[in-house]
């Protein structure tokens, strides 16, 4: 839940990208966040922000296309975002 300003001006992308940092409400937005994902969804994320691969890392990983990983990880984001905005 975003009650403070700044908090809810970050980007989602921006608080799961690989951050030693990371507070314990950042992890917890994280986690119930990516419950509102498909499997799929959940595994471009994981790749991509906590393996730190490429979108073509990802796709070859999953035997996806790169444009389709770039649309699923976009839409995962968007979910993640606006289940936030709602919570």
């Known amino acids: 839940s975003f009650d403070d300003e700044n908090e809810s001006s970050r980007n ?3 608080i799961i990208s690989k ?3 990371i507070s314990l409400d950042d992890k917890l ?3 119930e966040s990516m419950k509102q994902l498909t ?3 959940r595994k471009i994320i ?3 922000y ?3 691969l490429s979108q073509m ?3 070859k990983k999953l035997s996806l296309s790169q444009a389709k990983v770039s649309r699923y990880e976009k839409r995962s984001i968007e979910k993640m975002q606006a ?3 709602v919570t």
């Open 39 to 41: 499997e799929d969804e």
């Open 12 to 14: 989602l992308s921006e």
């Open 46 to 48: 994981e790749y991509r």
């Open 57 to 59: 890392e990802v796709a």
């Open 83 to 85: 289940f936030n905005n």
């Open 29 to 31: 937005i994280i986690e």
């Open 19 to 21: 951050d030693e940092n």
């Open 50 to 52: 906590f393996e730190d």
